[in-house]
């Protein structure tokens, strides 16, 4: 209910409460009147009555020799000021209580804020205004709480990214001093060894190239400082051209490829060295993860709800189904795929590239060993 209609009921209810008391108590007092002063007393003809003049001479006379009718109506009429007082301040009590009561909720409510608890909930109010105001108040305390465990969120994640930064450039940088100081001290001996200690140096050192150029644009991406140049392209051209590059690979591995993207045209904005970023990422991973024997890999795309969908599928080492969200935080490694090389930021930059093209992306796999598909939808671009 709004405060103006409740203030306009209270104020009914102020003036006809006492109007009615007083009725009542007028009537008792009347009859008791008038059977303790028969009305012949009062020394007036019925016709006199009639005559205001007369009428007020009459009672006049008879006050004057009833002392007692006097304070009778003296009685009466502080009564009567009684009611008026007692059913005023009620009312009014009662109805700055109820508006005291909400604002008092609303001020523990700041209170506790100030203080830094938000687990509570802001209660409503009888008042629509008061009652919307609560719910602001409400939603507000909500966004705070999101706002604070976001931060300690990001805070535990600052400091986890720190350590796993630092444990995996250790990793290759300690084998690359361990395999110098091998040479140094002249274990390898033949230029075979002496080739191989050198292959290891170079290759660890790519670990640590490929986990820097990885770093950089993931903290790119994360502070919004990576350029993007946009153009409308038509995303299935792209990907048949993109796999072509991979076939060999495919080859090489072993691997039985299947395409099945139609010549239809997808039209969508595309920036082609990020998305080309996003689709190695994505393909490496399905080789990468590959089933050990008879390993397959298909890409696929289909139109639907107004974009276009990609998908990657694999038949390798699959993923447990509680752990597919957790794949695009960056260093995130399921603990069934820590034997195979990898720094864990692949897909969280797949997914903040494919999320700047206005797009999703996520995984889907039954199960260890069940496979894994990677879809990535993209918006047709429009204009
Ligand atoms: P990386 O592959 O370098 O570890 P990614 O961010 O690319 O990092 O992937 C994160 C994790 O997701 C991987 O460590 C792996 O556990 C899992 N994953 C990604 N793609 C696949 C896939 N096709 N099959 C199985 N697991 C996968």
Redesign the pocket.
């Known amino acids: 209910m709004k405060i103006k209609t409740k203030f306009t009921l209270y104020n009914i209810i102020m003036l006809i409460t006492p109007i009615v008391l007083i009725g009542v108590i007028s009537v008792c007092f009347l009859v008791i009147f008038i059977l303790k002063y028969p009305v012949e007393e009062l020394n007036i003809s019925r016709a006199s009555l009639l005559d205001p003049f007369v009428f007020s001479q009459a009672l006049g006379e008879f006050f004057k020799s009833n002392h007692g009718a006097v304070w009778y109506v003296i009685l009466w009429v502080m009564i009567c000021v009684l009611l008026i007082v007692i059913s005023t301040t009620t009312a009014t009590r009662f109805i700055t209580r109820s508006i005291e009561n909400s604002v008092n909720d609303l001020a523990q409510a700041a209170e506790s804020i100030r203080s830094g608890n938000l687990d509570f909930e802001v209660m409503g109010s009888d008042y629509d205004e008061i009652d919307n105001l609560c719910t602001s108040f409400d939603a507000m305390r909500k966004e705070l709480k999101y706002a604070n465990e976001r931060e300690k969120y990001m805070k535990k994640e600052r400091s986890m990214l720190l350590a796993n930064i630092s444990h995996d450039l250790k990793t290759p940088i300690t084998s690359i001093k361990g395999y110098i100081e091998g040479i140094r001290d002249g274990v390898a001996s033949t230029p075979e060894k002496m080739n191989s200690y050198l292959d290891t140096v170079y290759a660890k050192a790519e670990v640590i190239d490929d986990m820097v150029n990885n770093l950089s644009i993931f903290s790119k991406l994360e502070l919004s400082r990576l350029a993007f140049n946009f153009e409308k392209g038509d995303f299935n051209s792209f990907l048949r051209n993109f796999v072509n590059n991979y076939k060999i690979d495919f080859e090489k591995n072993g691997i039985r490829f299947k395409e099945n993207i139609p010549l239809e045209k997808a039209v969508v904005k595309i920036d082609y060295e990020k998305l080309g970023r996003v689709f190695s990422?994505i393909i490496d991973?399905?080789v990468?993860?590959r089933n050990p024997e008879a390993p397959e890999l298909e890409v696929s795309t289909f139109m639907k709800d107004g974009g276009v969908y990609a998908c990657v599928s694999?038949n390798?080492?699959?993923?447990e189904p509680d752990e597919l969200k957790n794949?695009f935080e960056g260093f995130?490694?399921?603990d069934?795929?820590r034997s195979i090389k990898?720094?864990?930021?692949?897909?969280?930059i797949?997914k903040q590239i494919v999320e700047k093209h206005g797009g999703k992306i996520w995984?889907k796999?039954e199960g260890i060993g069940k496979g894994?598909t990677?879809v990535v939808y993209l918006p047709v671009a429009g204009g």
């Open positions: 990422n991973n399905a990468k993860y694999d390798g080492i699959g993923i794949v995130y490694r399921v069934s795929s990898g720094s864990g930021l692949g897909l969280g797949v995984l796999s894994t990677a």
